[in-house]
């Protein structure tokens, strides 16, 4: 069965739609504002779900209101974003090295974010919003280093990967000698912000993170012809009229900001934007960039991985880093024996 169909639209545009993968993308659309419904439920006070849809409504009481609107739903609209953020970052990086492994996670850019959020933690004792602007600053600084340090007549595949390795590893020495130079107090709130966590998110990180999305992500998908072209090669890309090294630069540049972004919301929450790509790509089965599922399976990953820190272990709440962070280790354990077998690495 084909699952590749042209729409022509009413003024002559020709666009050509992969079915299964749009089938998956609103599948896992559904699976992801399920697990939210689900999630604003949740809590010392329980909600049933019609009465969180109706609340979502403007149609619930105003105790259900409070709760939803001000308490909870700013929780799961960031846990949301961030996943989305993650899940698309990942797969433009794995994308662009044409690596399963070329993600945030392994290429450093978290480690990055989490070296800024230290800096204003440790030296300055700052603000959360100043936490904030320094994981974003911090990975920034991380990604123009890193594609400082990987472009030799352009940015590829495992030159991009090994570099990533070593200033991940560079980063997490810095923020190793960080943490030892700082008092308790400081220490113990850089500990809990490393671990990454959605606890007391309200909209202060909700609209930042939001119009950040709005403008990166249509640029993402503005550039998505020439991301497909890339995969086949750069000297095909040119030959069919890519400017490669400007789309590639744009694309990484989003990813940055998505991840930086991202990790200044919530914490270095690890493994989603690994793991996330690569889950869409097996269920779609399309070698392509896969953006939207990504994007999809993040948030959708995300949001499952917060209501399973809360409500899985009794009583106890772990932050959401600590269980994405068991998953995507066993997942990627699991990438690992597999690349290996087929003789990739």
Request: hydrophobic fraction near 50%; include cysteine.
């Amino acid at each position: 069965m084909k699952t590749n169909r042209a729409v022509r639209t009413p003024g002559g545009l020709s666009l050509r739609v992969d079915v299964r993968a749009l089938l998956v993308g609103v599948l896992l659309l559904l699976v992801a504002l399920t697990a939210s419904v689900v999630l604003i439920g949740t809590g010392d006070f329980p909600i049933p779900a019609a009465d969180v849809v109706r609340t979502l409504l403007s149609e619930g009481d105003p105790g259900q209101e409070f709760i939803v609107t001000e308490l909870r739903l700013p929780r799961v609209l960031v846990g949301l974003l961030v996943g989305a953020s993650l899940g698309l970052a990942g797969a433009l990086f794995q994308s662009v090295s044409r690596n399963p492994l070329g993600s945030p996670d392994v290429l450093g850019l978290g480690q990055g974010a989490t070296a800024g959020a230290l800096v204003m933690i440790v030296l300055f004792s700052g603000t959360a919003q100043q936490v904030a602007l320094g994981a974003l600053a911090g990975g920034l600084v991380t990604g123009f280093a890193l594609y400082a340090l990987a472009w030799k007549r352009g940015v590829h595949g495992y030159r991009l990967v090994l570099v990533g390795i070593g200033v991940s590893a560079i980063v997490t020495a810095v923020n190793g000698y960080l943490l030892t130079k700082s008092d308790i107090v400081d220490a113990a709130r850089a500990v809990v912000w490393m671990t990454g966590s959605l606890d007391g998110r309200d909209w202060d990180q909700v609209w930042p993170l939001l119009a950040l999305c709005a403008v990166l992500v249509p640029l993402v998908l503005a550039n998505s012809r020439g991301l497909r072209m890339m995969e086949m090669g750069d000297d095909v890309s040119y030959a069919l009229g890519v400017r490669v090294e400007r789309v590639r630069l744009v694309l990484m540049l989003s990813a940055v900001l998505l991840t930086a972004s991202a990790t200044a919301a919530s914490g270095p929450v690890g493994f989603v934007a690994l793991t996330a790509p690569q889950l869409a790509r097996r269920l779609t089965r399309s070698p392509g960039p896969n953006l939207m599922p990504s994007m999809c399976m993040g948030a959708a990953l995300l949001v499952s991985a917060d209501w399973v820190s809360q409500r899985a272990f009794g009583t106890e709440q772990l932050p959401v880093g600590v269980v994405t962070g068991v998953v995507g280790g066993v997942y990627l354990l699991w990438l690992l024996v597999t690349e290996r077998r087929a003789g990739r690495i």
